[in-house]
C-alpha cells in the first residue's frame, strides 16, 4: 500500500510528489503519456510560483524568463497602465516558462529523488473505500493507496462519487503560437483587450508566445491564415506598441472554457490543479492557482502522521486551505473575461477609467500585482 498514489503526472501531479517524497512517504506517480508531452505551450508563472518550484528542486532555471512589466491597455478605447517589477520591489513580476522545461526539470527531481513515475500507465477507473483509494491501471493492475490524488487535468474527476463539475463555455477560442519581433522585448509582456476578447504577448527567450482570443470562427479563420497575412491581422489587433511582427510559428487553437468542481475532497482522494479548476488564460492564472493546491496538500502530507494521510481530518484541512483561494481565482479570472471581453457589462469607457485609475493610483497597481503573484490569503 503507497501513502501517495499520484494521478496525472503534469507539473501539478509532479510538483504534489516532489514536495512529499522528501518526508519519506511512498509516492508513485501514474501518467498516461508514454513520454514527455513536448507541449508547445507557454506558461507565465508568479513570483512565488517559482519560490514554490525552488523548493521542489524542480525551478527550470535555463529555461525561464524574468518578466519586468506588463503594460494593460485596450482597443479603441482610452487608458492604460503599467505594473513594473520595481514597483514591487521585487527582480521580476513573474517568468515564463515553456511547458516542456518545467516538464523535464520535474522530471529529473523526481528521478533523483527515487520517486517511482510509471509512464503509459492511465488510470481507467477509482474504487474509493474507508481505508483505501484503489486506482485501476490500463494494464489492468490495480494500486491501492492511503490518498488518491486526481491530477489529470480533468479528465477523470466527473466519474468520483460526490463530485459534480460545472462548466461555462465562455464561446471564445485562443489562438496561440510563437511571435517574433523587429527589436528585442525587454522582458516586457502586453495584455490588451479588443473587442473579440483579450490578446496577450508573453517576452520567452528572444521571442513572444501569443494568447490570442477570438470567436470560434474568427479564431479558425485565424488559425488558417498564411503567414503574412496572420501577421497583418495581428498588426492591425495589436498597433505597433511591441514593434513589427515578422514571424509566427506553432500555431495552435483550444476552446475557452471555465470548469470547476463542488468540492475537491472525496473518500480518501483530493483533487488538485486543473482537475479542480481550468480556468480562462486570459490573467495566467490557471498553473499558478495548480501550485498552490500543490503546496498546501503537500504541507499537510508533510505534517501527518502516516496512518492520518488520507483521512477525513486531513482532507478537511485540505479544502479549507484551498477553498478561499481557489474561489476567488476563479472569480477574478471570470470577472477580467466579462469585464473585458463583454462590452455590455461594463463599456469601454468604464474600462479605460478603471485603467487610467489603476494607471494614477500606485496602490491599486500594487494590489493588482500582489493578487496576481500571491493569490487570496486562505
Ligand atoms: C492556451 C493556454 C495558455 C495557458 N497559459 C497559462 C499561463 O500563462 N499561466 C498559467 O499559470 N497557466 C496557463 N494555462 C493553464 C495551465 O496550462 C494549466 O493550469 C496546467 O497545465 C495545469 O497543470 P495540471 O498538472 O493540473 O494538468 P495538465 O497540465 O493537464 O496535466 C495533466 C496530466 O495528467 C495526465 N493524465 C490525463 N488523464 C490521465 C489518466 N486517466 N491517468 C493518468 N494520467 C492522466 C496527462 O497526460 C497530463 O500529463 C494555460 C492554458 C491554456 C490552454
Not at 96 to 104: D, F, G, K, N
Not at 105 to 132: K, M, N, Q, W
Not at 256 to 278: C, D, F, H, M
Request: net charge positive; aromatic share 6%; glycine share 10%.
Amino acid at each position: 500500500m503507497l501513502d501517495v498514489a499520484i494521478v496525472g503526472g503534469g507539473p501539478v501531479g509532479a510538483t504534489v510528489a516532489a514536495l512529499a517524497a522528501p518526508a519519506g512517504l511512498s509516492v508513485g506517480v501514474f501518467e498516461a503519456r508514454a513520454a514527455p508531452s513536448g507541449d508547445g505551450r507557454t506558461l507565465a508563472l508568479s513570483h512565488a510560483s517559482r519560490e514554490r518550484l525552488e523548493e521542489a528542486g524542480a525551478w527550470p532555471a535555463a529555461g525561464a524568463t524574468p518578466i519586468l512589466s506588463i503594460h494593460i491597455s485596450q482597443r479603441g478605447g482610452p487608458g492604460r497602465t503599467l505594473l513594473e517589477a520595481r514597483e514591487q520591489g521585487l527582480p521580476a513580476l513573474g517568468y515564463t516558462v515553456p511547458y516542456a522545461s518545467l516538464e523535464a526539470a520535474l522530471d529529473a527531481r523526481l528521478r533523483a529523488a527515487g520517486v517511482a513515475v510509471r509512464y503509459g500507465a492511465a488510470c481507467t477507473a477509482l474504487t474509493l473505500e474507508p481505508e483505501a483509494a484503489r486506482i485501476t491501471l490500463s494494464g489492468g493492475e490495480d494500486v491501492a493507496a492511503r490518498l488518491a490524488v486526481i491530477a489529470d487535468g480533468g479528465t477523470s474527476a466527473s466519474r468520483i462519487p460526490g463530485i459534480a463539475f460545472a462548466e461555462k463555455d465562455y464561446g471564445q477560442h485562443a489562438v496561440v503560437g510563437a511571435v517574433r519581433v523587429d527589436r528585442p522585448h525587454g522582458g516586457r509582456a502586453y495584455e490588451r483587450f479588443t473587442p473579440e476578447g483579450p490578446l496577450a504577448l508573453l517576452p520567452v527567450e528572444d521571442r513572444y508566445a501569443l494568447v490570442w482570443t477570438a470567436a470560434p470562427a474568427k479564431a479558425a479563420e485565424l488559425a488558417a491564415l498564411g503567414e503574412a497575412a496572420f501577421l497583418a491581422a495581428l498588426q492591425e489587433a495589436f498597433g505597433d506598441r511591441a514593434g513589427r511582427f515578422t514571424r509566427i510559428a506553432a500555431r495552435a487553437t483550444f476552446p475557452l472554457k471555465l470548469r470547476t468542481i463542488n468540492t475537491p475532497v472525496a473518500l480518501r482522494t483530493a483533487i488538485v490543479g486543473n482537475a479542480a479548476q481550468a480556468l480562462h488564460p486570459i490573467a495566467g492564472q490557471g498553473l499558478n492557482l495548480g501550485l498552490r493546491d500543490a503546496s498546501a496538500l503537500a504541507d499537510l502530507l508533510r505534517a501527518a502522521d502516516p496512518p492520518d494521510i488520507g483521512s477525513a481530518r486531513m482532507l478537511d484541512a485540505y479544502r479549507a486551505a484551498r477553498r478561499r483561494d481557489a474561489a476567488r481565482g476563479i472569480a477574478f479570472t471570470d470577472f477580467l473575461v466579462g469585464a473585458f471581453a463583454d462590452g455590455r457589462r461594463i463599456p469601454t469607457w468604464g474600462r479605460g477609467l478603471a485603467l487610467a485609475a489603476l494607471d494614477l493610483f500606485p496602490p491599486a497597481r500594487r494590489l493588482l500585482a500582489e493578487r496576481m503573484i500571491h493569490g487570496s490569503p486562505s
